[in-house]
């Protein structure tokens, strides 16, 4: 019993959304509020702005807002575990897994430089725990990001596009027809995921589309929800 209660009190931690008490990686408030964000129609067709297919797991609103600023900034890996998880899931439900079987899984990198300073890159974490639940194949080592860029937070959304010219490059050793999947942590005006799938066009891959943890939320065409098993 005394064991068992310490090892509780060791266990728990610091919610990286609130600051409150977490048994696993956020607190049931905000677990449940970042749940409570996704997206009943996650997959979302090609588009204006999007080229190929989006799936984008959850809303881009406050509680997850801030989970994701803790993986990025404040070292909570773990936060991109999670993320990758829930992709999964949700990804599975809507039998993707089996209407694609096959499928390479690519993060969106981050320059050697940004990503030294970070120590990791948040969408390599959720793209590694999205493909391992799937059942995909996972290659970090596809897509270079060779030129460093700006924010794009910080760059206005007609100089998006412009500010990621020639940002990414591909391993030139790399040959393979499978589907490519491109996965990054957030979808704002889809400029980064652009760039990265005229890439792999150029080089002849067969960018599939791309997945996301969050998007801002867009009026978009009624999707019809998964058959039950």
């Excluded at 881009?60 to 803790?70: C, G, P, V």
């Excluded at 949700?90 to 690519?106: D, T």
């Excluded at 100089?159 to 393979?176: E, G, I, T």
Aim: glycine residues 4%; proline residues 7%.
């Amino acid at each position: 019993m005394f064991f068992s209660a310490i090892s509780q009190l060791v266990l728990k931690s610091a919610c990286p959304a609130c600051g409150r008490t977490a048994r696993v990686v956020f607190c049931e408030s905000c677990h449940e509020q970042i749940c409570a964000g996704r997206r009943s129609q996650p997959l979302e067709p090609s588009s204006q702005q999007h080229p190929l297919p989006l799936f984008a797991w959850a809303t881009y609103d406050q509680s997850l807002r801030r989970a994701i600023a803790a993986l990025k900034y404040d070292r909570q890996r773990t936060i991109g575990d999670w993320l990758g998880i829930q992709m999964a899931e949700s990804w599975i439900q809507y039998r993707l897994h089996r209407q694609y079987p096959q499928m390479l899984v690519v993060p969106i990198p981050m320059h050697p430089s940004k990503q030294a300073q970070r120590g990791y890159n948040q969408a390599e974490l959720i793209s590694r725990s999205f493909s391992r639940q799937v059942g995909y194949r996972h290659c970090s080592q596809v897509l270079r990001r060779h030129r460093e860029t700006q924010a794009q937070y910080s760059v206005s959304v007609t100089d998006r596009d412009r500010n990621l010219q020639s940002a990414f490059s591909v391993d030139p050793q790399f040959k393979s027809r499978t589907p490519i999947l491109l996965v990054d942590d957030i979808y704002t005006t889809g400029a980064t995921l652009r760039s990265a799938i005229q890439v792999l066009q150029d080089q002849q891959l067969k960018p599939w589309g791309s997945a996301v943890a969050a998007r801002p939320f867009f009026d978009i065409a009624p999707q019809k929800p998964p058959k039950s098993p």
